[in-house]
């Protein structure tokens, strides 16, 4: 850059300097009518301009080196040019490719599901909305997350494909964009606070000229998420939680900064391990989790059990749990859809206050005598 301006007369970097602050002040007026829409969620901010958004998507993927900046630009709108060097998507769009099942709700809840085109492995999805659109034709299938059909998305030519990476290498969405296809890299499955989680409809409310309406929804969501805290604001932790199951050798538990631990934790209940820091989960030995969870009154089973029986046939030894023997074991993903797709995979993130509902019914059941179920299933 010196180089450069060496190489330049001297009146004519004056003019370039002048310009360039010129647009740096017409930026700095547009930026003071900016709006922030983010509250909860951590890898998300949407910055509302006149005619654009500005949308950064902060932690896609575990030790992500790489973050995002995303314009959202309305038809014959002109964004500043220290914008042009951003992605750039029109909107309102007319037509998606989302790539994973937590999206479909929040395409539900802002009534845009018949612009989605595309979704990889169709038989994921649970919700009997969508999967009539899918028996009807109009959401094709296009392969699997990790190995997606480029030559049908070509054919299918959606505005955009919504979809995430799971590390720094990635090089299927390389060969998305290298194919002049639209992308966008979402970050929500990150999150580990539940309403942060479901922040994320403010994402596909921006891109479908819905702002409004997906502000609307997720206020209706923070205040029945904060109704139902409120409900065990005063009652003590009493109930002492074993969480997870043996996945062939191991027994992978939630860890103490992890969605589901914050979910125990809202709703009043003494998780074993609440004192384990990070986020995700922990593998440990059966001896182990035995040792400290052979006395809890309350398993929340990870899995998709359907009885005490198909439980102990899986393992003999989950009989050596107090909670096996007192029949108080629950399970979130026992619920499937017509083709085989898990309800609380699908709905669970974009309704954290429907499943904190279902954990204080299990812990405090006098508190929501009358409430069945959304997610749970108690094994009997």
């Known amino acids: 850059m010196k180089y450069f301006f060496h190489k330049l ?32 969620a951590s890898g998300l901010s949407i910055v509302k301009n006149e005619g654009y958004s500005i949308v950064n998507v902060s932690n896609p993927w575990p030790n992500a080196k790489t973050k995002f900046t995303y314009i959202l630009k309305e038809k014959d709108v002109q964004i500043p ?54 028996d009807k034709g109009s959401v094709k299938n296009v392969g699997q997350n990790e190995k997606l059909n480029i030559e049908q998305l070509i054919e299918l030519s959606p505005d955009l494909i919504v979809t995430f990476g799971v590390d720094n290498n990635n090089p299927m969405l390389d060969n998305l964009k290298k194919s002049g296809l639209n992308v966008l890299i979402q970050g929500d499955w990150m999150e580990q606070s539940p309403l942060g989680k479901a922040e994320w409809i403010k994402l596909y409310g921006a891109l479908f000229g819905k702002e409004e309406k997906a502000k609307e929804l997720f206020d209706k969501i923070v205040e029945s998420y904060n109704q139902a805290k409120k409900l065990v604001s005063d009652k003590p932790a009493t109930s002492k939680v074993l969480y997870g199951s043996m996945y ?47 006395n809890a009154n309350v398993w929340i089973a990870s899995g998709s059990f359907k009885s005490l029986d198909e439980l102990q046939k899986a393992n003999p030894h989950y009989a050596e749990f107090d909670a096996f023997k007192n029949k108080s074991v629950y399970n979130f993903e026992g619920k499937l859809g017509a083709t085989g797709g898990t309800v609380y995979y699908e709905l669970a993130p974009s309704r954290p206050d429907l499943v904190l509902k279902d954990y204080i019914k299990i812990f405090h059941p006098d508190l929501l005598a009358s409430y069945e179920f959304t997610f749970a299933s108690k094994l009997n």
């Open 248 to 294: 062939e050798d191991v027994w992978y538990v939630a860890k103490g900064n992890s969605w589901v631990a914050e979910f125990m934790k809202d709703a009043k209940a003494n998780y074993l391990w609440a004192d384990l820091k990070g986020t995700g989960s922990e593998g440990l030995s059966f001896e182990k989790v035995l040792d400290k969870g052979k």
């Open 9 to 40: 007369p001297v009146v004519f970097v004056l003019l370039i300097l002048i310009g360039c602050k010129k647009n740096e002040a017409q930026d700095v007026v547009k930026s003071t009518t900016a709006k922030e829409s983010i509250e909860f």
């Open 81 to 134: 040019d220290s914008l042009n060097k951003y992605i750039a998507i029109k909107v309102p769009l007319e037509s998606v490719v989302v790539t994973s099942t937590t999206n479909i709700p929040f395409l539900e809840m802002l009534e845009v599901e018949n612009k989605l085109v595309g979704f990889p492995h169709t038989d994921y999805i649970s919700s009997e909305k969508t999967r009539a659109l899918i």
